[in-house]
């Protein structure tokens, strides 16, 4: 771990992009998926250019999910007559979170940590 040279700082935002997918498939009551999505960062401890850019494609299918789920939600709220900008203004936030994420692997550490130069 004292090699790690900032490495697991960099890949936090990853992490937590996939664990906040989690959370939200925890509260649908989805355990599968909750698991799957907490346990997916481990793949990161292969140093391979293929994982990154199988994490990166994981990343983008998770902001267009979040897309999908803010659409739901936003209907469901303007039915009902709800307030709907906050939800929306978080929810764009969480997307863009996770869109940004993929771009962590474009730090030299990491690139040269992935061999990806």
């Given at each position: 771990m004292a090699?790690?040279?900032g490495i697991v700082g960099l890949l936090v935002p990853v992490v937590?992009?996939?664990w906040l997918l989690a959370a939200h498939y925890l509260r649908m009551g989805n355990m599968l998926l909750f698991g799957a999505l907490v346990a997916f960062p481990l793949i990161l401890l292969v140093r391979r250019a293929l994982i990154v850019k199988i994490?990166?494609?994981?990343?983008v299918i998770?902001?267009?999910i979040w897309?999908?789920?803010t659409y739901q939600m936003l209907e469901a709220r303007i039915m009902m007559g709800d307030d709907w900008l906050r939800m929306s203004m978080i929810m764009g936030g969480v997307i863009l979170f996770t869109?940004?994420?993929v771009c962590c692997f474009l730090h030299?550490?990491?690139e040269r940590h992935y061999r990806l130069e």
């Open positions: 090699k790690s040279n937590l992009s996939f994490v990166q494609g994981c990343l998770a902001a267009i897309m999908m789920i869109l940004l994420s030299s550490k990491l």
